[in-house]
């Protein structure tokens, strides 16, 4: 009795195991695979990932910016030639995943798009071949990036350039910025340091736009009939806004200007006599004209985290003033303000930019165009950007954007002071035309500096640079 007792316990066990057995079994076979494999420690997903043989990237020249080298063991290891496109190409390291570029094409640089077929995926597993991603070609110029890096020295600040009426984007830079060679071993100090050289200043930098904001003012100015060429009584004084003073671009003595000249010379003082006529409505509805009320940013781009825009503050007799004149709530990016200036040198529309130009699968040897339908963005009337376009061109002829200008090319630009904190940042926006109604736009803003004509300089010698770039391209290619 006690011996059958003994037998029917030890088969429950047995039952038992077995069941728990193939409980486990029936797991592992239907939901287990999934999550194990998903899983970040997995050494497989480590493996697989670290195998994987991403395209190159090229500038719009077809210059190496970005490429896949493959060690003895099979790893891969991603290596930029040109380190001063970080600001646009970003990084892709197994560690710390992309940025930039590699982190919004990433689907097609690993291959993740490609539709291969049941049995070519076969046939790759078995014989262990790793994923293959497509090379892409971006809009950006390895030329125009370098030169703009080296007109920036040691300054903070960003910069964005712009082919119009296309949108491309040729340079894009933002500074402070890192290595991508070295990103994994300086990582830690990368994170902590207070430069922030991951921060994209020319995408997400949040600017005091100060007397950039003269641009839309002008046009509200002229659609209400003021005078732009009256004489203005102390135009140049400063004007005080709390505990701040504002003052010209440049230091002039105590002058009767006309409000064309005060925009040429970045004096803010007649600019706040056009806000206090025009009121606040007028005020919101121009700079919603301008598009502050809905910034455009370049698609699958980070764009600020904490967007501040004209729809989320209220702009009344108390801060209409300091709103005008740029020193409000309201803030701005560079690309921004770059393409405000392409809206200006297109006529009043203003391109979409963009930075992809073609993609080209493993082992493919043609590059197949991206062609999508991007529409314009209206800013002012034909007549009304012509306007600002001749006033642009004055203040670089006779103003505070003088040293923007270069032999034998039509150059616009305006240059302006705003104020954040105890820092004084210095902006340019400008324009050059080309033949065949196209041009390129700039905009140019550095960090704690008070020095627009050095602003203007920089957005000369970029202007300058596209121009060299561009003007030997067929008309319809730009």
């Not at 050494?43 to 190496?64: C, V, W």
């Not at 790793?130 to 950006?140: E, K, M, V, Y």
């Not at 004209?310 to 004149?325: K, M, N, Q, Y």
Request: aromatic share 6%; proline share 6%.
């Amino acid at each position: 009795m006690t011996l059958t007792r003994e037998i029917n316990r030890l088969l429950i066990a047995t039952l038992v195991a077995f069941g728990i057995v193939a409980l486990a079994a029936s797991y592992w076979a239907i939901v287990g695979p999934d999550t194990l494999l998903q899983r970040a420690d997995n050494p497989r997903l480590i493996m697989a990932e670290a195998a994987i043989r991403r395209g190159i990237i090229q500038d719009r020249n077809e210059r190496l910016l970005a490429d896949t080298l493959i060690g003895p063991n099979g790893q891969v290891e991603r290596y930029y030639p040109q380190p001063e496109v970080s600001s646009l190409v970003g990084y892709s390291s197994l560690r710390y995943g992309v940025g930039g570029a590699e982190a919004m094409f990433n689907t097609i640089l690993r291959g993740d798009d490609l539709s291969r077929g049941f049995f070519s995926e076969l046939v790759d597993s078995l014989l262990h071949r790793p994923q293959r991603g497509s090379d892409i070609r971006l809009t950006l110029d390895l030329t125009v990036q370098q030169i703009a890096v080296q007109a920036f020295e040691d300054q903070a600040g960003a910069a964005v350039v712009l082919a119009v009426p296309s949108g491309e984007v040729l340079s894009l830079v933002s500074l402070p910025t890192f290595n991508p060679n070295t990103l994994d071993d300086e990582w830690e100090q990368l994170i902590a340091s207070a430069e922030e050289p991951f921060f994209n200043r020319a995408l997400q930098g949040s600017y005091q736009p100060g007397g950039m904001l003269a641009t839309p003012l002008m046009v509200a100015a002229m659609l209400t009939g003021e005078s732009i060429t009256d004489p203005i009584p102390n135009a140049t004084n400063p004007i005080r806004i709390d505990d701040l003073e504002l003052t010209c671009a440049l230091r002039l003595p105590r002058l009767e200007l006309p409000l064309r000249d005060a925009y040429a010379f970045g004096c803010p003082r007649p600019f706040a006599q056009v806000a206090e006529r025009i009121g606040s409505q007028v005020l919101e509805e121009t700079l919603a004209r301008f598009h502050f009320n809905a910034p455009v940013t370049i698609e699958g781009f980070a764009a600020r985290p904490e967007d501040q825009t004209l729809s989320d503050i209220t702009i009344d007799d108390a801060t209409l003033v300091e709103s005008a004149l740029g020193q409000g709530q309201l803030t701005v990016t560079p690309l921004q303000m770059a393409v405000m200036a392409a809206a200006i040198v297109n006529d009043g529309n203003a391109p979409r930019p963009y930075t992809l130009i073609a993609t080209r699968a493993p082992d493919a040897e043609t590059w197949q165009p991206v062609v999508t339908t991007r529409s314009t963005i209206p800013f002012t009337t034909e007549g009304t950007a012509r306007q600002l376009q001749d006033l642009m061109r004055n203040a670089v002829a006779n103003g505070a954007a003088l040293n923007a200008a270069r032999p034998e090319i039509d150059i616009g630009g305006h240059a302006a002071l705003a104020y954040s904190g105890d820092e004084t940042q210095s902006w340019f926006i400008g324009f050059a035309t080309l033949p065949g109604k196209r041009g390129i736009a700039v905009a140019v803003v550095l960090e704690n500096r008070d020095d627009p004509g050095l602003a203007a300089d920089i957005g000369g010698t970029l202007l300058e640079a596209a121009h060299q770039t561009l003007r030997a391209l067929p008309q319809q290619s730009s």
